[in-house]
C-alpha cells in the first residue's frame, strides 16, 4: 500500500474496527494520531497516556517485553463504579440496609492488587474474600478497617477455624460460610475451645440456572453448596449449641461471567425465599451474599454471549436492590446488608498484556511470469488456465478446479512425474489463484462455507513474543476471548488479516479468535510490520484470572510486571517493577539445580580442552555465556 492509501485511514475508524470504545470502558481509547492511551480522572477533567509511552519508560527501568502493565488507577476506578453504584441504588430505592463489597482474593493474588484494593477500599469499607488459610492470612494482614467483612469460603479445616475465630478476636468481622455440614460441628467446636463468638453464614445450593460458561456451577448439580436438607440439619445442630444467633449471612454463587440479568434476578428471588424461611426458624440473618458473577463486556456486543452481559454494573445494582426490597416487604422483614464478591468486575480492567512481534509467516504469493513457460507438465498447465480464469460469476467453481489441479500435481509430484522445482511453481500459482478468490469473496451475494474459511487459511502468522499459556491461561483452557490489537499506528490502515502465534510452538499455544463489533472472528486486523520498528500488540482486560493459573510450558516463566499510576496532572508515577523470571528460577521449578548444571557443563568444557577441540578462552567465553543466559529472562530478547 502508498502513503496516499494509508492516509485514508484515521483513528476513528480503527477504534470502530476493534470495538475499543466498547470494551475499553472509557479507560481505553485511540488518540487522533493513532496510539491506544489509558483514560484516568485527572485534577482538570480527564487526562490520557498513550501505552507507547509507557513502554518506552519500562525500557528505560530495563524492563523488556513481554510486560504485564497494571494501571492502578483503573482498580480503584472500579471500586469507586462499584460500591457508588449500590449507594445510588439503596438510595434511590428507598432500600434500609446497606452494601458491603468482598474482593475475591483468588480472582487477583499478587500483593500489589490486594493492597490496593484494601487501601482504596477503606473508605467504603470494602473487605475481601478468603478461600483458604493462605488468602485469610493475606486478608488479616492487608485489611486496617475493622468495618470491612472478610468472608471466608472453601473447605475449612480446625486450623482455617481457628485463624478466624482469632480474627473475631482482633475485632475483625470475619465470617464463616459452612459449605458442608461436618464444617458446622468443628466450627461448633473450635469456639467453644477458644471461647468467641462466631459469625456464621451459609452457603446454598439454588436451582436457579444460569447461561454462559459456568452454567455448571448452577442448578441442582452445582459442586458447591448445601442442599435444603443439609441446611436444616445445620439450622439443627445450631439450635442445639446455642448458636443459631450465630447464623447471619446467606450465600449463593451462581458462577462468575453471568451473562443474563434476568438469571441475576432470578437467583436472588430465590435466595430471598431460603432467607425468609431461615429467620422463621430463628435465625437472626442481616447479610445476604450474591457471591461474585458481575460480568465483564470482554467483547464490547453488551450481549448474552459467553463474553459478554447485557446489563451495566448500575442495573445490577438497582435490580438487585429491588429484587431483595420486593421479596422481604412483603414479609415486613427489615432490609439485610447487601455483600456481593465481584472479583472479576473489580480487577479485569487494570492489566494489560503487552508484548512485540518478532516475526511474520505468511502466504503471499510470488510473482508468476506474463506468459505460460513452455514444457511444463499438463497438470501444471491446466492450473495455469485455473488460476488465469478466476473471475467472481464461478468463484466456487475456480476454487474447485485450483484444489483439483493442486492435488493432481502433488500427485504427480509423488509419482515422480514433477520435479522439485516444478512443484514449488506450482504451488505457487496455487496462491496466486486463492488469492484472487479471497480478494472476490466480499463482492459474492451468498459465501459458501468453504470459502468463508478460505481468508483464514491464507491469513498471515504473527509471532508474538509471549506464552498463552503463561499469561492468557483461559484464552487456552475455557476459550475465553479478550480484546487483542495493536497500540500504535492505528491512523494508519491495518490491511493484514492475521492469528496470532506465541513463542511455545505448541499447535495450542495460539489466539485464533476474536471479538469486535460484528462477532466471533478467527483472524485480526493487523499492520505490515516495518523492519525497524517494533510492533506492539496489547491483550487487554486480562487483569482477572490470567495470573496465578499460568503455567511453565516450555519453561517460559512469569512475565515482567510493571505498576504504573496517572497521576491528576496527567504524568506517570512507575510504582512498581518486578523483573519475571530468570531461566534459572524456572529451572528450579522444576527441581533443576542450575549450580549443579553449570558444573556439568564447566566439567564438559573441560573436557574439550583436554581433547584439544576448544581453547581456554573459548572455555570461558563459553562458560560466561552460559551463566549469563541462566540469569537472563524467559522470553525472547532484542
Ligand atoms: C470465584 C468466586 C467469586 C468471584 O466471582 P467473579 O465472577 O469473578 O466475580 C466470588 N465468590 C465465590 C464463592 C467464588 O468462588
Given amino acids: 500500500m502508498n502513503d496516499s492509501q494509508a492516509n485514508l485511514w484515521s483513528a476513528k475508524q480503527s477504534a470502530e474496527l476493534y470495538g475499543i470504545d466498547e470494551w475499553g470502558s472509557g479507560y481505553f481509547g485511540i488518540s487522533d494520531n493513532g496510539n491506544v492511551e489509558v483514560r484516568a480522572q485527572g485534577d482538570h477533567g480527564q487526562v490520557a497516556v498513550p501505552l507507547t509511552d509507557i513502554i518506552d519508560g519500562l525500557s528505560q527501568r530495563g524492563l523488556q517485553m513481554p510486560v504485564l502493565l497494571r494501571i492502578e488507577n483503573l482498580v480503584d476506578s472500579r471500586l469507586s463504579i462499584l460500591n457508588e453504584s449500590f449507594a445510588h441504588a439503596i438510595a434511590t430505592t428507598g432500600y434500609q440496609g446497606q452494601y458491603r463489597g468482598a474482593f475475591p482474593i483468588k480472582v487477583n493474588q499478587q500483593s500489589h492488587i490486594v493492597e490496593e484494593i484494601a487501601r482504596f477500599g477503606e473508605r467504603y469499607n470494602h473487605g475481601l474474600e478468603a478461600g483458604s488459610k493462605a488468602e485469610l492470612m493475606i486478608a488479616m494482614s492487608v485489611l486496617q478497617n475493622r468495618e470491612s467483612l472478610i468472608i471466608c469460603n472453601g473447605y475449612k479445616d480446625a486450623e482455617f477455624i481457628d485463624l478466624g475465630l482469632q480474627a473475631r478476636k482482633l475485632g475483625f468481622k470475619c465470617i464463616f460460610v459452612l459449605e458442608t455440614v461436618a464444617e458446622v460441628k468443628l466450627v461448633i467446636e473450635r469456639s467453644r475451645a477458644l471461647d468467641v463468638d462466631p459469625i456464621i453464614g451459609v452457603r446454598l445450593k439454588l436451582s436457579t440456572k444460569v447461561d454462559g460458561h459456568w452454567a455448571e456451577d448452577s442448578g441442582d448439580r452445582s459442586l458447591f453448596g448445601l442442599t435444603t436438607k443439609e441446611l436444616v440439619e445445620i439450622i439443627d445442630l445450631l439450635r442445639a449449641a446455642e448458636l443459631i444467633h450465630s447464623l447471619q449471612l446467606l450465600h449463593f454463587h451462581l458462577g462468575s461471567q453471568i451473562p443474563n440479568i434476568r438469571n441475576i434476578r432470578a437467583g436472588v428471588l430465590e435466595a430471598c425465599r431460603y432467607y425468609i424461611e431461615m429467620v422463621g426458624e430463628g435465625a437472626p440473618l442481616s447479610y445476604i ?308 548444571m553449570f558444573r556439568q557443563f564447566r566439567m564438559a568444557a573441560e573436557q574439550a580442552v583436554r581433547d584439544g577441540r576448544i581453547t581456554v578462552s573459548d572455555r570461558q567465553q563459553m562458560l560466561a555465556a552460559y551463566s549469563e543466559s541462566l540469569r537472563g529472562y524467559t522470553y525472547f530478547e532484542r
Fill in 289 to 596: 451474599d450474591l457471591g461474585g458473577g458481575l460480568a465483564i463486556d470482554y467483547d464490547g456486543t453488551s450481549s448474552v454471549s459467553g463474553h459478554s452481559r447485557n446489563y451495566s454494573v448500575e442495573e445490577y445494582c438497582v435490580d438487585v436492590v429491588e429484587a431483595i426490597a420486593q421479596q422481604l416487604d412483603a414479609h415486613e422483614l427489615p432490609h439485610p446488608t447487601i455483600v456481593t464478591e465481584s472479583g472479576r468486575a473489580t480487577v479485569a480492567h487494570t492489566s494489560v498484556l503487552l508484548f512485540n512481534v518478532l516475526d511474520v509467516g505468511h502466504f503471499n504469493p510470488g510473482p508468476i511470469p506474463e506468459q505460460l513457460p513452455e514444457k511444463l507438465h499438463e497438470q501444471i498447465s491446466n492450473l495455469w488456465y485455473t488460476v488465469k480464469g478466476v473471475k467472481l460469476e464461478k468463484l466456487q467453481e475456480c476454487y474447485n478446479d485450483v484444489i483439483y489441479y493442486r492435488d493432481q500435481v502433488r500427485d504427480c509430484f509423488f509419482s515422480g512425474e514433477i520435479n522439485l522445482r516444478d512443484r514449488a511453481f506450482a504451488e505457487n500459482l496455487c496462491l496466486v489463484g486463492l488469492q484472487k478468490i479471497v480478494e472476490l469473496i466480499p463482492q459474492m451475494k451468498r459465501i459458501p462455507p468453504e470459502l468463508e474459511e478460505l481468508p483464514e487459511q491464507l491469513a498471515d502468522i504473527y509471532y508474538g513474543n509471549f506464552s498463552v499459556f503463561q499469561s492468557l491461561p483461559d484464552s487456552w483452557a475455557i476459550n475465553q476471548v479478550f480484546p487483542v490489537m495493536p497500540i500504535h499506528r492505528l491512523d494508519e490502515k491495518p490491511s493484514r488479516q492475521a492469528t496470532i502465534a506465541d513463542l511455545t510452538c505448541d499447535c495450542d499455544g495460539k489466539l485464533d479468535k476474536f471479538a469486535g463489533p460484528e462477532g466471533e472472528t478467527n483472524t485480526v486486523s493487523l499492520h505490515p510490520i516495518n523492519p525497524d520498528e517494533e510492533y506492539y500488540l496489547g491483550v487487554f482486560l486480562v487483569g482477572a484470572y490470567q495470573e496465578t493459573l499460568g503455567d511453565l510450558h516450555n519453561l517460559f516463566g512469569d512475565t515482567n510486571v510493571a505498576s504504573v499510576r496517572i497521576n491528576g496532572d496527567g504524568s506517570l508515577d512507575f510504582v512498581h517493577e518486578l523483573h519475571g523470571d530468570s531461566i534459572s528460577d524456572v529451572l528450579s521449578y522444576v527441581e533443576y539445580d542450575p549450580q549443579s
